[in-house]
């Protein structure tokens, strides 16, 4: 009975290397890679030191160090290049050439990605995930970051469809770029247009998403910050076209790209001027505002908070609160840029409530 028993499980094994009926054959492979590089089998506990010619099995993670990036092979032809300071699983594969199907959910748990999807003939199910997005893709090249909350794609050849967890999506093309952040739609595509902060941004992820390209690493820490800012600009583009909603999504993308004080401050100010003046919505506006004063008080936006706070009670027809708020102005600022307009509406909220 024992030697029947090893007599199958030889066959099964022929029949595996055969075959691509069993589920642990490699689906791609570590074609090149440079500075720090892990990778971690899917039943493995500890990371190891990747080396090329390695071979990728479903649900093995890699990950880079801030040196480090990996070229992916995968058996149907489609490139994967992993950027510094990245992580990434790919949790399901299939090619099946007989009945003409191929799909795959590549994980990008954060960091830097560049998909180079071969074409296929057949049926395509192929999906680039983040914590926060989905990006549906058939024969086509992209790159997508993901920092935190928030994701930036950029779209070189083909179509992409993206999407948060809605069902909502954009389609990304050529030289375009699309973006979000947890709960949110994706932004409508944005030209990428030459010489230009976006044009430059997309410049550092292709050379960081490229095994062969020299990088500054020092200059890529910078992404984050770059991208925000043009997040920020763009709000205002979109606010002073009358595109209120879309400038709240894109305050909020340029707050969650980066923890840099003065981004989340000025993103957040932004929000709490859109939702209080263009969309008469005093409790969202309260709430910004109050964010700035909590996590950003040492920040110059924390004074217009602050008098913006008292001037939302004051209309609003709360009255202590706007004499709180605005007595902490003065405290605050007794020489600030607001402090005559101040000293003037307190003596106002102080008549109205002697005269009750």
Known sequence: MRKIFFIVLALISAYC?????????????????????????????????????????EGDRIKTGKDGRIELALQDGSKLTVGNN????????????????????????????RAIVAKFTGKTDMKVKTPTAVAGVKGTDFIVMNEGKANVLFGHEGAVEVKGKDKESVALSPDTMTENTQGHTPIAPVKVEPNTPLADARKQLEAVTDVDTPVEWQTTKNLPIILARWNINYGHYLADSGKYKEALEVFQIAADLTDMPEIGAESRAQRGTV???????????????????????????????????????????????ATEYLQKYLKQYPQGKHSSTVELLIKELEKEENKQ
Do not use: H
């Open 275 to 321: 939702f209080s003046r263009n969309l008469s919505l005093p409790q969202d506006a309260l709430k910004e505002y109050q964010i700035v004063l909590d996590k950003y008080p040492q920040m110059a936006q924390a004074e217009n908070a602050l008098f913006s706070i008292g001037m939302i009670y004051k209309d609003i027809g709360e009255k202590e609160k």
């Open 17 to 57: 290397l055969l075959s691509a009926a069993c589920s642990f054959a490699a689906i791609g492979n570590i074609s090149k890679g440079s500075g720090a590089i892990y990778f971690k089998a899917k039943a493995g506990k500890k990371w190891a030191a990747a080396t090329a010619g390695a071979e990728i099995n």
């Open 86 to 113: 990245t992580e990434m699983e790919i949790t399901r594969f299939l090619l099946d050439k007989d009945k003409n199907k191929r799909g795959a959910t590549i994980f990008l748990v954060q960091g830097k990605l």
